[in-house]
């Protein structure tokens, strides 16, 4: 095993990945994803993580958004890319099987669970039909030992016990197809860095439809609500009222193209 400071470079020698690329997108001494498991659907995740990585960075930086930015400013740059931020919540949608108004993109898997969480209002016991249970939260892929926990199973045990459902997806998205009608999750979060392939600080949260009634959103801002009286406000419709108004707009878009690629 390399030193610390030299595992990015071993990681990209090992997989035939160019160095500069991939510690573009590792944290310092960490390698870019999993080692243990170089094969996802017969491409080598050095090969995957490479091709999106070079059309991230196309997109982002060399002639992409970041320098769309700098030369018009952050607004009106994201005026300009519009249709293509629209289309990541559709691409997410596709990825999951569900609605893009069930979409809302945040900034990373921990961000998404802990929105979902703490959604569930505290006095959920009463609003449920099993008094004893308001929300049943599994992960699917566990970080370490290749567990994969019967999802779908634990969906159906969740929807008898009348208790929300939801699933980290985070080391499951993009490696495992996800169908969240057949898995029967209300709640999903995922990070784009892993098997999405996507750039740093970017996830998403899936909310079904069905279960926003359900939930209390732990934070709102100005994309999420709206004044419609002195002293009363409206949430969105749908997931995106868990969205910040503020996001990095290149990281949105990458995460979009990670997407599309994984799902091409
Ligand atoms: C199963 C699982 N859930 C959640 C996370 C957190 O992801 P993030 O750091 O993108 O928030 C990780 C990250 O390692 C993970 O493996």
């Not at 080692?35 to 995740?45: A, D, K, R």
């Not at 439809?209 to 999420?224: K, N, T, V």
């Amino acid at each position: 095993m390399p030193s610390k400071r030299s595992v990015t470079k071993w990681w990209a020698a090992e997989h035939g990945a160019d160095a500069a690329l991939v510690s573009r997108f590792s944290a310092p001494g960490t390698p870019p994803g999993p080692l243990l498991e170089p094969e996802v659907n017969g491409i080598s995740f050095a090969q995957g993580f490479k091709q999106v990585v070079d059309q991230a960075l196309g997109d982002m930086i060399s002639d992409g958004h970041l320098r769309l930015e700098a030369e018009t400013g952050g607004y009106e740059a994201a005026d300009r890319a519009a249709d293509r931020l629209a289309a990541v919540h559709t691409s997410a949608a596709r990825l999951l099987n569900c609605a893009p108004d069930e979409i809302a993109l945040v900034d990373s898997a921990t961000r998404a669970w802990d929105l979902a969480f703490y959604a569930v209002p505290s006095d959920g016991l009463r609003q449920l039909a099993d008094e004893r249970v308001r929300l049943i939260s599994i992960t699917h892929v566990p970080t370490n030992g290749g567990l994969v926990n019967p999802a779908a199973e634990v969906g159906k045990v969740a929807a008898e016990a009348g208790a929300l459902f939801l699933l980290d997806a985070c080391q499951s998205a993009g490696r495992l197809p996800i169908d969240v009608e057949l898995v029967g999750c209300d709640l999903l979060s995922t990070t784009g860095r892993k098997y999405l392939r996507a750039p740093r600080g970017t996830g998403l949260l899936y909310v079904r439809r069905a279960a926003l009634d359900r939930l209390d959103p732990p934070f709102l801002d100005l994309h999420d609500a709206r004044w419609v009286a002195p002293s009363r406000y409206e949430v969105q419709p749908g997931a995106r009222r868990f969205e910040n108004w503020e996001y990095g707009v290149a990281a949105r878009l990458g995460l979009g193209a990670a997407i599309d690629e994984a799902l091409a």
